[in-house]
């Protein structure tokens, strides 16, 4: 059975980082799977934030996170992590990992989510 657990959320003022982690299980070889980060704010669609591939050679980022946010993993951990700095109160949403195995762009597996609030 495959499972995501994200930790790292919290308040932080506008300004602040903050490090979030996705511990990934189950999954039969967590090197070749794509690993994303998404969002989602009450009352608006899900968004993507960041992707990362398998081997880690390739990152993608929506334009507004952009220099600002860095998605990375550790292989060797079952682990991918996004690492927010210069938050700003636009980027208050609960955060989710997700998994696409086939690498495809079908995510399959999510977790549960972890909040982020930052204060202005």
């Known amino acids: 059975q495959v499972q995501l657990v994200e930790s790292g959320g919290g308040l932080v003022q506008a300004g602040g980082s903050l490090r979030l982690s996705c511990a990934a299980s189950?999954?039969?070889?967590?090197?070749?799977?794509?690993m994303a980060w998404f969002r989602r704010v009450p009352g608006k669609e899900r968004e993507f934030v960041a992707q990362i591939w398998g081997s880690g050679s390739h990152t993608y980022y929506v334009d507004s996170v952009k220099g600002r946010f860095t998605i990375s993993r550790d292989n060797a951990k079952n682990e991918v992590y996004l690492q927010m700095n210069s938050l700003k109160p636009e980027d208050t949403a609960v955060y989710y990992c997700a998994a696409d195995p086939a690498s495809i762009g079908k995510f399959d597996y999510w977790g549960q989510g972890t909040q982020v609030t930052v204060s202005s």
């Open positions: 189950g999954l039969r070889t967590f090197s070749s799977v794509s």
